[in-house]
């Protein structure tokens, strides 16, 4: 293994990490192909500047991270699918983040660097620690254990359900992998799909709120299979991605996102 759990009372501090995560978003995962679709791109959606400071994430020692054109350009399993978030937290209390980096989700799960690297690159942090995988409208995931890296890297694969991860039922296991649960078009890190504050409402509401086959384009968050239109009824559509995640049996029950 490239990574071995340590207790938190071993934290050493590292000069550099280099970070190589894998990890599945629900919502552009095609079933039977193992591969994330990747509409926003070819749509030409995807911000060249990362969205997560704009929007309220919280950024420990970096930000504004923008990517290199070329990867826009790439085709196949390496295509890029959206801008995803990293956190490494605190082995001792896991809310606490150290250290974030944007990096591009690809098809086939890599998240690569802005600057097309294949590893995201952490400057000097204690270690070991937790590392969390984030999205804009899917509940992010972290590991069970704190990590500390061999050699300066480490590997974290959300996508393998033998990679322990913290809290219950942390992600959507199915086909063999594991992925982040779509959904969270309000982004309060709750799937609702009735009562207050629910995440239907929000995708409602972006279509104008009436007519519910009408149907907005755009790089939004309330575009829970990141298609690049945000869609309320028929084929494609963002809402059944919320039931789905709920237990799509009954409406009221709710998914927290299971991050400390």
């Known amino acids: 293994s490239d990574h071995l759990p340590i207790t938190a009372d071993l934290a050493l501090p ?4 280099d970070l190589v ?12 192909t193992g591969l994330m679709h990747d509409s926003l791109r070819t ?18 020692g970096s930000g504004g991270e923008t990517l290199e054109v070329p990867l826009l350009s790439l085709n196949g399993p390496d295509a890029i699918v959206d801008w995803v978030l990293v956190e490494l937290r605190s082995a001792a209390d896991p809310t606490v983040v150290l250290a974030t980096a944007a990096g591009l989700v690809q098809r ?25 995988v984030r999205h804009r409208n899917h509940l992010g995931m972290m590991t069970a254990a704190p990590l500390a890296p061999l050699s300066g890297t480490m590997t974290v694969d959300f996508t393998d359900p033998a990679t322990e991860l913290y809290g219950t039922e942390p992600g959507v296991i199915s086909n063999g992998t594991v992925r982040l649960w779509a959904g969270n078009a309000l982004r309060d890190g709750v799937l609702r799909y009735a009562g207050l504050d629910n995440d239907r409402d929000r995708v409602l509401t972006r279509i104008g709120g009436v007519v519910p086959t009408n149907v907005v384009d755009g790089y939004l968050e309330e575009d829970l299979n990141c298609d690049g239109s ?20 009954v409406p009221t029950s709710t998914r927290a996102e299971q991050l400390p």
Do not use: C, Q, W
């Open 43 to 60: 749509r030409t959606l995807i911000p060249t500047a990362e969205p997560y400071t704009g929007i309220g994430f919280e950024r420990a």
């Open 108 to 132: 086939d799960g890599d998240v690569v660097a802005a600057d097309a690297s294949p590893a995201l690159h952490f400057p000097s942090i204690p270690t070991p620690v937790h590392v969390a």
């Open 21 to 32: 995560v894998r990890a599945f978003l629900d919502g552009p995962f095609v079933p039977g």
């Open 230 to 249: 945000v869609k309320y009824s028929g084929a494609g559509n963002d809402r059944d991605l919320i039931l789905f995640g709920i237990g799509g049996s």
């Open 14 to 17: 590292m000069a550099g990490m």
